[in-house]
């Protein structure tokens, strides 16, 4: 069964330091990866996506990710923090060969970024 | 509207009381789906609907949730005989379709307590 796994449920981070969420995946095919970002009293919203091509992929508000298939890996980074980016953080997959399915998420990290 | 709405915000009950949570995703979007958020814990999916397929209701955790979608409009998520565990926001997203790479977009929830 596929599944999703962030190894950290908090990371505090400096504002202005570089910032790491990470997220490893296992499943039997090719993935689809998602991360999402939840602030508080609010619902999930969509932050980027890996589907196909270039590893390292770019989202909204300065995050990145990098798609690593030896490592089954897809971390979340951002160069430089911002106190705004403390949130509840979630990664999540798909297969692609199954289209019509859920999103399976991790557990979610509290990113807490301290000024 | 513009985005995912759900209510109630938030729902008190006693336990052993039925309850619906409802779910009203953006115009146009097929695919609709049900997730679960317990404190301290990630999204557990509960139930997926897509256009007028058979829902996927691989997720729902007893015979007390049910779940119902009329066409590609609103959706209903009933859960009977409440019981404390089931305490937690309940999450509702839409997605335009069956495509495996598009992202979901998601209401801000509804928190039921069960007493």
């Known amino acids: 069964a596929q599944s999703v796994a962030q190894p950290e449920d908090q990371v505090n981070v400096a504002e202005g330091n570089p910032l790491t969420v990470k997220c490893t995946y296992s499943?039997?095919?090719?993935?689809?990866l998602f991360w999402y970002v939840q602030y508080p009293n609010r619902g999930l919203q969509f932050l980027l996506k890996y589907i196909t091509g270039d590893n390292l992929v770019k989202g909204s508000y300065g995050f990145e990710a990098e798609f690593n298939k030896s490592q089954t890996s897809f971390h979340l980074k951002k160069p430089s923090a911002l106190v705004s980016d403390s949130a509840l953080y979630f990664c999540?997959?798909?297969?692609?060969?199954?289209?019509?399915?859920?999103?399976?998420f991790g557990k979610g990290t509290t990113l807490s970024v301290s000024s | 509207g513009a985005g995912v709405s759900q209510s109630p915000s938030n729902k008190v009950t006693e336990k052993g009381k039925d309850v619906e949570l409802r779910c009203d995703p953006i115009s146009g979007h097929t695919a609709l789906y049900w997730y679960r958020q317990r404190l301290g814990q990630g999204l557990e999916f509960l139930i997926y609907f897509q256009g007028n397929s058979a829902p996927d209701k691989s997720g729902l955790p007893s015979d007390r949730f049910s779940a119902e979608r009329t066409g590609e409009s609103v959706s209903t998520l009933t859960i009977q005989r409440t019981q404390q565990e089931d305490s937690a926001v309940y999450l509702c997203?839409?997605?335009?379709?069956?495509?495996?790479?598009?992202?979901?977009?998601f209401g801000e929830g509804s928190r039921l307590t069960v007493l």
């Open positions: 999540a997959v798909r297969l692609t060969n199954q289209a019509g399915t859920a999103l399976i």
């Open positions: 997203a839409s997605s335009p379709g069956l495509a495996v790479t598009g992202e979901l977009f």
């Open positions: 499943v039997s095919g090719n993935p689809y």
